[in-house]
């Protein structure tokens, strides 16, 4: 019948293991900002380069983040920020946001007066990713206009 033969195309390639490959390093920064015992730790951890804690939000790091975005050399972090509000949100509000431009997104949970915004910003650090995002519901207080961050993540790898 057929013969088995020896393949034309050979290659001295080979996939490198598992222990070779270059660990990817998932980095991970998250606070509940709901416990109003925070250590001193805790709020310099989150207080960004320009005195705000970034659950209060800085529109420096708004704008900083939005120049950062030419920087390819700066980790992109995905940043989720849950907060509430005083008032439902506009769901015409909630639109507008997704046509932004930089990526951000306002959805709201199944639970009433509870929101989740997230977005992808270049920053230095966590907290100036966090700093920023928050920093923009304050540069467009339109959307909301009183809002209580209580959780905060942000995640580069």
Do not use: K
């Amino acid at each position: 019948m057929w013969e088995r033969r020896d393949p034309i195309i050979t290659s001295n390639f080979s996939r490198p293991s598992e222990d070779q490959r270059p660990a990817r390093r998932r980095v991970t920064e998250a606070a509940i900002l709901s416990n109003h015992d925070q250590s001193r730790a805790d709020i310099a951890q989150w207080t960004c380069p320009h005195g705000q804690h970034a659950g209060h939000g800085c529109v420096t790091c708004y704008h900083a983040t939005a120049e950062a975005e030419a920087d390819p050399a700066l980790p992109l972090w995905e940043v989720a920020v849950w907060f509430t509000s005083a008032r439902p949100v506009p769901i015409r509000a909630l639109h507008d946001v997704h046509r932004h431009g930089r990526q951000f997104a306002i959805d709201q949970p199944s639970t009433p007066l509870v929101y989740l915004l997230s977005g992808q910003v270049r920053a230095a650090l966590g907290v100036e990713a966090v700093a920023g995002v928050v920093g923009y519901l304050v540069q467009n207080q339109h959307i909301v206009d009183e809002f209580v961050v209580t959780e905060i993540r942000a995640v580069h790898s």
